[in-house]
């Protein structure tokens, strides 16, 4: 079963997918989950469950470790560079949907359909709020 467990750097993973057995360490922590629940819930064969497994048993200090890394660090969240990033792309995309509906409201609004059920793209709203020069630069054309 060991050909069926690589590791590409992210850590063992099962071949074929990216699933690895610290994706799989809680399911097979919990006494009610079955290997056929786990084959449905990650779409794998119960050969594949079976490696991952057999995998975790015959390394338990190493996974044990690095699976308690890995929370540790999910624990600690995101950085706030990471969240300022995240909150300026939610409110671009939000700004983006208000403009969109509003330019499509003005679309049918007109008497006479020049573009009948074309949509904007994203580009489009980025150039009509940043100008041609700003958007060509951040994308570096």
Not at 56 to 71: C, F, G, M, Q, R
Not at 95 to 119: C, I, M, S, Y
Request: aromatic content about 8%.
């Amino acid at each position: 079963m060991a050909e069926i467990m690589i590791d590409r750097g992210r850590g063992p993973e099962i071949d074929g997918t990216r699933i690895t057995v610290y994706n799989l360490l809680q399911s097979f922590l919990d006494p009610t989950m079955t290997g056929g629940e786990i084959c449905r819930v990650y779409d794998l064969t119960a050969r594949q469950v079976a490696a991952a497994r057999a995998y975790v048993l015959s390394n338990p200090d190493t996974v044990l470790a690095e699976h308690l890394k890995i929370e540790a660090k999910m624990e600690a969240g995101n950085p706030p560079e990471v969240q300022e990033w995240a909150e300026r792309a939610g409110t671009s995309f939000r700004n983006f949907k208000r403009w969109l509906a509003e330019r499509q409201a003005a679309d049918h609004a007109e008497a006479t359909q020049t573009r009948p059920g074309r949509v904007p793209t994203f580009r489009e709203w980025l150039v009509e709020q940043n100008g041609r020069s700003s958007f060509h630069s951040r994308l570096g054309d």
